[in-house]
């Protein structure tokens, strides 16, 4: 098997790391999927990535039927609109690969092209939006890591995203615990990302403040309590991993981000999709509830529900 045509859903910040790293592969055809205004904005002004403007191809996804590696890099929110552009873009020996946050994106396109197309994976980067394009370190990137859920783990599509992604600058590497490293990266953003997001503050909180390293650690005990009921084990994934990237204590991480700009952040994905799993298994999170609950409530915030004009009729507190 060998990948000469790749198409990218979603060409956000995750999205352009892959559009960065494989622009520099002469024997393939590299697209992004795009239709309408966006489709037309893609091919007039490109992908602005690190200050150097990259022009992919710009493909409608019926266009894009049939590609050897679909990779799709979308926001949680936007996947449930998107089901239908993956479905028309899966031909017979597509190899889709997914680069979201959280535990269950593979599951929810699983159910709609089928589990055989699907090459789980995690990826570590710490890209952001820069006026009109996106900006991130390469060298300080942990990058991208897949693998098969079941052996045989050295598969042919395995080897042929390995030949793909070897001569870029993209960091990867093949992994036979796969499952294992997309919980340790959703345990990283459950109890990094979210405790921070409701102070707003830089991660440094979680060193300085006894009280945010216990809330932290109430959320990563619900989560390591739910992983263990599914039989992860994320401690075969912490040997590989290693000490992850090193960051400022002024980090600020996606959903912090996300509630700074104004925009609705990806809980449903994080605490969201903890709260279901603990219910279907009978595990309590209670900490889960609260943080979910608090975001969803900045988010209305952000959104104008509490600006308040003092002329509203008044309430009574009991």
């Known amino acids: 098997m060998k990948i000469k045509s790749v198409a990218v859903l979603g060409a956000g910040a995750v999205g352009s790391y892959v559009i960065w790293g494989l622009s520099e592969k002469k024997d393939i055809r590299l697209g992004v999927i795009a239709s309408g205004e966006r489709a037309k904005r893609l091919k007039n002004k490109g992908c ?35 089901l239908d552009n993956i479905t028309a873009v899966t031909g017979e020996n597509t190899v889709i690969m997914s680069l979201m946050n959280g535990v ?12 055989e197309h699907l090459l789980h994976a995690v990826i570590k980067v710490a890209s952001h939006k820069e006026n009109d394009g996106y900006v991130f370190n ?45 919980w340790s990266k959703f345990r990283l953003n459950v109890c990094n990302n979210l405790p921070q997001a409701i102070l707003g503050a830089g991660v440094g909180c979680y060193r300085d403040s006894v009280h945010m390293k216990a809330i932290s650690d109430g959320l990563r005990a619900e989560l390591m309590a739910i992983a ?33 700009a104004g925009r609705h952040t990806e809980i449903d994905m994080f605490s969201g999709a903890l709260i279901r799993m603990g219910k279907e298994l009978g595990i309590p999170t209670p900490y889960n509830e609260f943080t ?27």
């Open 228 to 260: 263990e009921a599914k039989g992860i084990d994320i401690s075969k994934a912490d040997v590989s991993s290693g000490r992850g990237s090193a960051v400022p204590p002024t980090a600020r991480y996606s959903t912090l981000q996300d509630l700074d």
């Open 48 to 82: 602005k990535i690190n200050d150097t403007v990259y022009h992919p191809e710009v493909w409608t996804p019926e266009e894009a039927h049939g590609v050897d590696f679909l990779i799709v890099s979308l926001k949680y929110g936007a996947l449930p609109g998107a």
């Open 292 to 318: 979910y609950h608090m975001i969803k409530a900045l988010e209305e915030k952000n959104d104008g529900r509490f600006d308040y004009s003092g002329s509203e009729e008044p309430l009574w507190a009991k």
């Open 138 to 182: 390469p060298e300080a990137t942990l990058g991208i890591i897949f693998g098969e859920v079941s052996a045989p783990y050295d598969s042919e599509r395995v080897q042929a995203v390995l030949d793909l992604f070897s001569g870029t600058g993209l960091h990867y590497r093949a992994t036979d615990c796969i499952l294992e490293e997309i």
């Open 104 to 115: 269950d994106s593979e599951e929810i396109i699983a159910e709609k092209v089928g589990a």
